[in-house]
């Protein structure tokens, strides 16, 4: 029998198929479902059937699949820490102006924290998740790197997971493709979720309107923030907007503008409760300085190197020179100019498939002597 293991299941196809893919290796297998948010409280998704990991569904097919393969399974209710970390810095982002990154937030502050204490009072030596990546040691070192299928892997969303952590994270599913995993989900049997489709939501927004869920948790957000100009570049006014919490870096629709040409939001002020917008080519910065950082690969860089860098969750990524400008600080200089590089969002930079380090993104342009804005 191998080491006992403590696997996040959330009634998903994937994290229900790591779970029974230990158990057969032979790990003692202990389910926990993290209960993050309160289903009744989010608005029902168009269809009108609840999807997503906090569903009564959700908790019970996780639940009966654990029966079924004879392993323990657990729910524990961590609404009140999710909510104080990830919650209130998504509103809070969003109400400074920028484009918050929750499941990255989720993951470094909260769900591996809520899993190893939790392996920790039920004697596991390891955690695993339902995640498509790989770790692995090297020299003393754990090393993240992308899942084999690069349509789905998730590395992007890890880099904040510190070595302590990653010493004790197994990824079942790294080494396989998704397809892969739908066929050995119909060969454990786990007919109930081996065709559920996948989540893209945020967890604690089902029906995906981020602007529903920011008015319903800021009541007054509305009568605050409505009516704000929107300006080119040179200040002229072309227009109103409804709150500048409602736009991102880079969105082009529901702007209600006719210049005869296209224009994208290229700034946010939320002190004068401004949009700026422009042609596309405002959008295009090379430099970036992101703080905050997780140096995953190497314990430090020295010397600046050329890697490959993601700006966003589904950005396949981009040629770059990385170089750490501080202890908790760097600078990631393109070599072609990126659209829409979004103060908020990570910056994630990889050496092959190997995550060098990843950090929040903090200033944008050449000028990166600019003042800094506030950290998530």
């Known amino acids: 029998m191998k080491s006992r293991v403590l696997v996040a299941m959330s009634g998903g196809v994937d994290s229900s198929v790591a779970a029974v893919l230990l158990h057969k290796q032979g790990y003692e297998v202990i389910g926990i479902t993290m209960k993050t948010w309160d289903y009744s409280e989010s608005a029902p998704r168009r269809s009108g059937k609840e999807v997503g990991c906090c569903t009564l569904e959700s908790m019970n097919d996780a639940r009966q699949i654990s029966l079924k393969h004879g392993f323990t399974h657990f729910i524990v209710d961590i609404r009140e820490e999710f909510g104080d970390w990830v919650i209130e810095r998504f509103t809070d982002e969003y109400l400074a102006g920028r484009t918050p990154n929750p499941c990255v937030l989720c993951n470094t502050h909260i769900k591996w924290d809520a899993?190893?204490?939790?392996?920790?009072d039920l004697e596991c030596a390891r955690i695993a998740t339902g995640h498509y990546a790989r770790v692995r040691e090297e020299g003393g070192r754990y090393i993240l790197s992308c899942g084999l299928?690069?349509?789905?892997?998730?590395?992007y969303a890890l880099w904040g997971l510190p070595q302590d952590q990653l010493a004790r994270t197994i990824f079942p599913l790294g080494h396989y493709e998704k397809p892969k995993i739908r066929e050995l989900a119909a060969e454990f049997g786990l007919t109930g979720v081996a065709n559920k489709p996948d989540s893209y939501e945020i967890c604690f927004i089902p029906d995906n309107d981020y602007r529903?869920?920011?008015?319903?948790?800021?009541?007054e957000l509305n009568q605050q923030v409505s009516n704000g100009a929107i300006v080119l570049s040179d200040g002229t006014e072309v227009g109103r907007h409804n709150g500048y919490p409602f736009y991102t870096i880079g969105q082009r629709h529901g702007l209600n503008l006719a210049l005869g040409y296209p224009v994208y939001v290229s700034a946010i002020d939320p002190e004068k409760n401004t949009i700026t917008v422009g042609p596309r080519e405002e959008l295009l910065q090379q430099t970036l300085i992101a703080n905050k950082i997780n140096m995953v690969k190497y314990p430090a860089l020295r010397d600046e190197l050329p890697a490959m860098a993601k700006i966003r969750y589904k950005d396949p990524g981009a040629p770059c020179l990385v170089q750490q400008t501080a202890a908790n600080e760097l600078q990631v200089s393109f070599m072609e100019s990126r659209a829409a590089i979004t103060p908020g969002q990570s910056v994630v930079v990889y050496e092959g498939e190997d995550v060098l380090a990843g950090g929040w993104i903090q200033r944008v342009g050449e000028n990166v002597e600019q003042p800094l804005v506030s950290e998530p």
């Open 115 to 120: 899993l190893l204490r939790r392996a920790d």
């Open 212 to 219: 529903r869920f920011l008015r319903d948790r800021v009541p």
């Open 149 to 155: 299928d690069q349509n789905k892997d998730q590395s």
